[in-house]
């Protein structure tokens, strides 16, 4: 094999490794694997400078060391630009300067093993080349910190005075290039002060360094196509050379982080609170506009019965007049529910000893006058006649809220439910467990989780759930009890649903 085609070889592994470590980098967002990476090629580069060259031809000679560092100076600008953080970049500093502090020890026991002459040197390795590599490591680390600061400062003047995306790609090209015909230069002229023989060996390979500049210029382009948003990031966002040298203060540094966490979490409180004030306009917005249409309907029946010149003071109109009349009260005790609402967020709701059986008669005389129909049945089973249970006077709105949703969504001619009420002991608490079994249309299983989250309104095709559910559990829970629906026939949620609450009793009963 010709050490051209060795050249080319060395070229496309050094090439596609950059490319593929930074994918890993940006598909993970992890810089674990890029740093290993980093370690292993540059302790290698070391080592393949002294171990190996390539002839190219009379007067041109490329170390195994030159073509891995041209590597290196590629994949610490892959990094840079993906990353946007100067922090990186210092850490790559200190990766070299860690392994040269520990690759020295190494080295010079090497040196002295290999010196000693108890030792047996089983492949005749000269001791000489660890001295060498020792000089090597120092000379590239001193050289590395230099190039990449050059290299990243050029980078920065360039986004300042030039604005065409294509003219900038093309300049990055020829400041890599450059920073590798510099190293060219550089190195072995360092080189030479400590180890002539091998700085004379490696004299003249600026050409060597630029004929790698621009094999290597493939992949940087490339990579600045492919990766065109995190160039483009690059381009917008300041990158701090001072912060590539030197960390940022401790001081600073802990600031910034109680700031960062502050503003996340007042963030995340807006959040919430925009949460919260879309639901409850989207409550306060569906039970006005469900108010509004019962009065105009009322309104509307009056106004036939009076064309019709019937007598307003007969039984009908006077459940019209009635009904209004109630949905005028339920307009005022909305407002007034909407604002303790806003207090279960707050973990300032009153809980207090409660009249279940009220509340909930309450209830059924809203839904029975609300839907306008004698055909509805609804029956209350219980063994107790006084029931109390530590609530408020919310929980009309829950038993409302159930109640009408098991009619609205219900096909049959006459909407059936039969409430249940019982009391059952868990976790040594009372609690009275209410069960409001319908025969409506039913929820599907994989429903039945989903419609107690807060925005879910796909069970009803976008109707959503009055009050909804969501608030419903809230409210529950602000109780210390629990809300779930059954299937009313389990196994088939087709013959209805049976949604169970159990409310704490209270204390003193």
Known sequence: MTPLLFLLLHILIYGLSPLLVITVFRAFNSTAFFYSYFGFLYVFTQLFAVL???????????????????????????????????????????????????????????????????????????????????????????????????????????KEYFKLNFLIIVLYIVIFIGILCLDGFLFPFIVSFFEPEFGQFIVGSVLGKFILGICFSPFLLTFMIIHKKSLDLFLKKPFSLRLVILPKRKQLVEKLRKVEENLRETEIKYEEAYNRSTLYKDLFTHDISNIIQNISMSLYLLDQERKNRADLNSEKPKSLFKNINSQLLRGKNLISNIRKLAEIEKDEIELKPTPLLEYLSNALNYVRESMLSDRIEIKVESMEKQIIVSANEILADVFENILINAIKYNHNAVPEIIITITKEKLSDRNYVRLEFKDNGIGIQDSNKENIFLEGYKDLKGGKGMGIGLSLITQIIKSYKGRIWVEDRIKGDHTKGSNFIVLIPEAKDT
């Not at 953080?85 to 190494?106: A, D, G, H, K, M």
């Not at 000693?116 to 001295?131: E, H, K, M, R, Y």
């Open 52 to 158: 190996y060259s390539l002839q190219i031809s009379e007067d041109l000679v490329i170390t195994g060391g030159n073509i891995a560092y041209s590597s290196i100076i590629l994949i610490t600008f892959f990094i840079g630009v993906a990353s946007q953080n100067p922090t990186v970049v210092r850490n790559l500093i200190s990766i070299q300067l860690i392994f040269n502090f520990f690759l020295y020890f190494l080295y010079q026991l090497l040196v002295a093993i290999l010196s000693a002459p108890t030792t047996i040197n089983i492949f005749s390795v000269s001791p000489g080349l660890f001295s060498t590599t020792i000089t090597i490591n120092i000379v590239s680390s001193f050289v590395f910190i230099i190039e990449i600061l050059v290299m990243f400062y050029l980078l920065e003047k360039t």
